[in-house]
Antibody, heavy 120, light 110 residues
């Protein structure tokens, strides 16, 4: 069974940094693209970033480009999101999601999310 | 990166069929057959219902189907059931290697 468990969320002040982690199990982690999707309180889903399985190529939404960095540790089956220069608008539940084997564009499996609050 | 356009809400009675539209443009929905649909119940993680416009993943009910015409994709739910009441989001691959979500549609089963 595919399992994705996010951690690392919390309350931070504007301008600070935070690193989210997603522990993956139940599948061969290195074979699948992974992504982060967020949802602000009472709002819709927003794609944040993705990392390809094959060559580790990365993609970012304009709203986070230059501030966030996605990475994966295949030895630990862990996906990470380093978030710098955080803003109030980054407040959201952050979901880790796994693609299918053929691409990175769809999210076949989701974690339960970890909340991030950016406030002074 | 503008979000895709969905109706804020739709409703239907048990047993009926409903359709949710998702309108994009020539740089996303209109060009790529990479539209997916997600169901989200309150307080829960989203669940994939349709991918690549028309395909259903294992575990998704066959009452859910997808289609696309021009810049608009659609999700149809037939034989509406109380458990279908949820928020639904479309998502499309877009030029410049980005992904766009719709604003979401709240489905009410009357």
């Amino acid at each position: 069974e595919v399992q994705l468990l996010e951690s690392g969320g919390g309350l931070v002040q504007p301008g600070e940094s935070l690193t989210l982690s997603c522990a993956a199990s139940g599948f061969t982690f290195s074979d699948y693209a992974m992504s982060w999707v967020r949802q602000a309180p009472g709002k819709g889903l927003e794609w944040v970033s993705s990392i390809r399985a094959t060559d580790g190529g990365t993609y970012y939404a304009d709203a986070v480009k230059g501030r966030f960095a996605i990475s994966r540790d295949k030895s630990k089956n862990t996906l990470s999101l380093q978030m710098n220069s955080l803003k109030a608008g980054d407040t959201a539940v952050y979901y880790c999601a796994r693609a299918d084997s053929s691409g990175w564009y769809e999210f076949f499996h989701w974690g339960q999310g970890t909340p991030v609050t950016v406030s002074s | 990166q503008s979000a895709l356009t969905q109706p804020a809400s739709v409703s239907g009675s048990p047993g009926q069929s409903i359709t949710i539209s998702c309108t994009g443009s020539s740089i996303d929905v209109g060009t790529y057959d990479l539209v997916s649909w997600y169901q989200q119940h309150p307080g829960k993680a989203p669940k994939l219902m349709i991918y690549e416009v028309t395909k259903r993943p294992s575990g998704a009910s066959n009452r859910f189907s997808g289609s696309k015409s021009g810049n608009t994709a659609s999700l149809t739910i037939s034989g509406l059931q109380a458990e279908d009441e949820a928020d639904y989001y479309c998502c499309s691959f877009a030029r410049s290697n980005t992904l766009l979500f719709g604003g979401g549609t709240k489905l009410t089963v009357l």
